[in-house]
C-alpha cells in the first residue's frame, strides 16, 4: 500500500462526502469563522477561515468503503475562484 501525503487521509465507514461537508460546516460556523460549502454528486468543498486570513481547504470525495480527504491552504473563496471543478479535481 502506498503511504498517502501528509495532507491526505481515507476515512472507511458508512459516510458520504456530502454529509461528512455539511457536519464540518455546521461545527465551524461560528461568529468568528466563515464557512464556504460546494456540493456535487460524489465529492464537496469546504472552506473554513476568519474573515481577514486564508481559508483551510478540505476536498472530500466518496471513494470505494468511504471518503477521502485532502486538505490545502486556498488564497481565494470559492465564490472568487474560477471553476470550482479545477479546486476538486487537482
Known amino acids: 500500500m502506498t503511504a498517502l501525503p501528509p495532507n491526505q487521509r481515507m476515512f472507511h465507514g458508512g459516510i458520504r462526502a456530502v454529509a461528512l461537508a455539511d457536519q464540518l460546516a455546521a461545527r465551524f460556523?461560528?461568529?468568528?469563522r466563515r464557512v464556504k460549502i460546494e456540493r456535487h454528486d460524489a465529492s464537496a468543498v469546504v472552506q473554513i477561515g476568519s474573515q481577514h486570513g486564508t481559508?483551510?481547504?478540505?476536498?472530500?470525495a466518496d471513494i470505494e468503503g468511504g471518503v477521502m480527504v485532502t486538505l490545502?491552504?486556498?488564497r481565494d473563496w470559492l465564490e472568487t475562484s474560477g471553476d470550482v471543478s479545477e479546486l476538486v479535481f487537482k
Not at 55 to 60: K, L, R
Open 55 to 60: 481559508p483551510i481547504t478540505a476536498h472530500i
Open 29 to 32: 460556523n461560528e461568529r468568528n
Open 72 to 74: 490545502g491552504r486556498e
